[in-house]
Each structure stands twice: as C-alpha cells, then as structure tokens.
C-alpha cells in the first residue's frame, strides 16, 4: 500500500522558515518522482516542488524558485521542502505526492497535479505578517 505522510507545518512569521518532510512507503521510492503541492485557502491546489529521485532533478515554481529547497534522501525515503524567507502568501495546506506515470518525468508536466498517482494527507502551514 503505497502512503505519504507530511508534516513538519505550523505557525511562522514572516521572514521565517519550516522544513516539510514526506515520508513514504508502499512504492519504488528510488524510480520515482516526489511532488509538493499546496492549497490555499478559496484557491486551487498548485504545483510547488518536485524531485525526480531517479535523475536526481528538481523542479520549483517561479513563485518558491530561490526561497525553497526540495531534497530526498533515499535511505530514509523521506522528500523534505526547506522553506526560507516564509510570506503570508505562503499560507496553505502543503501535499505531497508520487508518480511514476510517463509524463510526470517531463518538465512540462512535472508541477502538474495530474501527472501525480498518490498523495498524502496535508500540512498546514501559516505564514502571519
């Protein structure tokens, strides 16, 4: 059974910082590709992060680019997002998910939330001014 299981939110000011971890099981956590994915309140879900544990590439979008860092450790199989420089914008329920579908291993689709198969329940995190 594949699960993921974030967490590491909470309540930051401005300016602050919160790592995320997404621990996962059930899957070739080695060939696939790990997504992060948030959802602000009254707002669509969106493509944050991700890592392609099988190239060993990461992806951000342009809005977290400079300010957040994915990394995965294989061992553990945990995906962990590094969040820096935090701002009130940044208040959502954060996701993860996996996929090994075929177009989750291009660029174009790689922060897409249908390209992912599996997701985990979500973190909130909450970034006041």
């Known amino acids: 059974e594949v699960q993921l299981q974030a967490s590491g939110g909470g309540l930051v000011q401005a300016g602050g910082s919160l790592r995320l971890s997404c621990a996962a099981s059930g899957f070739a956590f080695d060939n696939k590709v790990i997504g992060w994915f948030r959802q602000a309140p009254g707002k669509e879900r969106e493509g944050v992060s991700a890592?392609?544990?099988?190239?060993?590439?990461?992806y951000y979008a342009d809005s977290v680019k400079g300010r957040f860092t994915i990394s995965s450790d294989n061992a553990k199989k945990v995906v962990y997002l590094q969040m820096n420089s935090l701002r009130p914008e940044d208040t959502a329920v954060y996701y993860c998910?996996?996929?090994?579908?075929?177009?989750?291993?291009?660029?174009?689709?790689?922060?897409?939330?249908?390209?992912?198969?599996?997701w985990g329940q979500g973190t909130k995190v909450t970034v006041s001014s």
């Open positions: 998910a996996e996929s090994g579908r075929l177009e989750v291993y291009y660029r174009e689709y790689v922060l897409l939330e249908h390209s992912y198969e599996n």
């Open positions: 890592i392609n544990n099988r190239m060993s590439t990461t």
